[in-house]
């Protein structure tokens, strides 16, 4: 029974990986002749104009796995037609460049239908003896964790292969820690489909990037990571609940520091800069490739902490998340990630995609 449930799983991985990694280059040509490419220009790290539409690939791996191995439902209906309108807003942006209001009303749509639709909610919560019904509040809460979700792993993709490593590990890790439990429902079939998908893409984003996920990548991860953890909030506990959102604490706190930053400085919480995590570990003279595999290297360790948790001994899960926390807090006081102390912008612009 196992050996078939491993093999099941590597093919689940292996066919959508395989073709991300066959689409991709001529999803570059297709990127090419419709515009879709990010010309280098001010906070751009990259030298050479790089075609976007890396969402597309790894949608496509998306659609073909779940072809392969998903079963239809009124739930998985509300993801392909939220996943479907994410690309699409996405696509249209990697060409045109919307506004970040145009861009917030197709996420906002999208997880209204999720929400609405395929009736996939954070209903209640049951920690430290105490249970919350959230009644009518279930909806709201939804459609903000999902914006939450997205827009995390857009403002964290800035660098070659950092979006994409950040939600492989998180694709990775859920699936594993389903597999251990016994869960092999739709959360299941996501995860490693997804984890599939990246992969792929991954082989053409790593640095040197020959493509970027543009928007349309970015917010397509960000939204099924979103899915994959309200998939597991049924009977939510403190664990199903503090697993998905450690596993991309590193995108929340960017986020959470990106928000208190521009509001102490009076800036549109819009507008991009370069005084994120990735930029500020870039100032210590670090190479991109360097930056990118240290950040990935203190998720992995929250993914591995993560497992642990669940999985092995909850004491030691709690010690190893409050070590790397407290790692992550030593830095940002550190560096300028909350407020750029100096009173001056960089003299190294890079490549960033806000909202």
Do not use: W
């Amino acid at each position: 029974m196992f050996e078939n449930l491993t093999l099941k799983i590597l093919i689940m991985i292996l066919i959508p990986f395989l073709f991300v990694a066959i689409a991709i280059p001529f999803i570059k040509k297709i990127a090419m002749q419709v515009g879709a490419v990010d010309i280098p220009r001010g906070r751009h790290i990259h030298k050479k104009p790089t075609p976007k539409l890396g969402g597309l690939g790894i949608f496509g791996g998306f659609l073909l796995g779940y072809m392969l191995f998903g079963t239809p439902s009124a739930q998985m209906n509300s993801i392909l037609i939220g996943s479907f309108i994410i690309i699409l807003v996405g696509i249209i942006d990697d060409i045109v460049e919307l506004k970040a209001s145009t861009k917030f009303c197709g996420q906002l749509i999208a997880a209204l239908v999720v929400a609405i639709y395929g009736n996939i909610l954070l209903r209640d919560i049951d920690a430290f003896g105490i249970y919350i019904n959230f009644g009518m509040f279930s909806y709201p809460l939804t459609i903000f964790f999902i914006l939450g979700c997205v827009n995390c792993i857009n403002l964290i993709d800035g660098l070659d292969g950092l979006s994409g490593g950040i939600s492989s590990i998180y694709y990775l890790t859920i699936g594993i820690i389903a597999t251990m439990q016994g869960k092999t429902g739709l959360d299941f079939v996501l995860a490693f489909v997804m984890f599939g998908s990246t992969l792929g893409f991954l082989l053409h984003n790593f640095n040197p990037a020959k493509i970027f996920a543009g928007d349309s990548g970015s917010n397509f991860m960000g939204f099924i990571i979103a899915i994959i953890a309200l998939l597991g909030f049924k009977n939510v506990t403190f664990t199903s609940v503090i697993v998905p959102l450690l596993l991309i604490a590193i995108p929340i706190l960017d986020t959470l520091f990106a928000i208190i930053r521009r509001l102490i400085k009076r800036e549109p919480i819009t507008e991009g800069d370069s005084f994120h995590i990735h930029h500020q570990i870039l100032n210590r003279n670090l190479s991109v490739k360097q930056t990118v595999l240290i950040i990935l290297l203190v998720d992995l360790l929250f993914a591995i902490a993560s497992i642990v948790y669940v999985l092995k001994d909850r004491y030691l899960g709690y010690i190893i998340y409050g070590v790397l926390l407290t790692i992550v807090v030593v830095f940002v006081l550190n560096t300028n990630v909350i407020y750029d102390f100096k009173g001056s912008k960089k003299d190294v612009e890079y490549e960033e995609q806000d909202l």
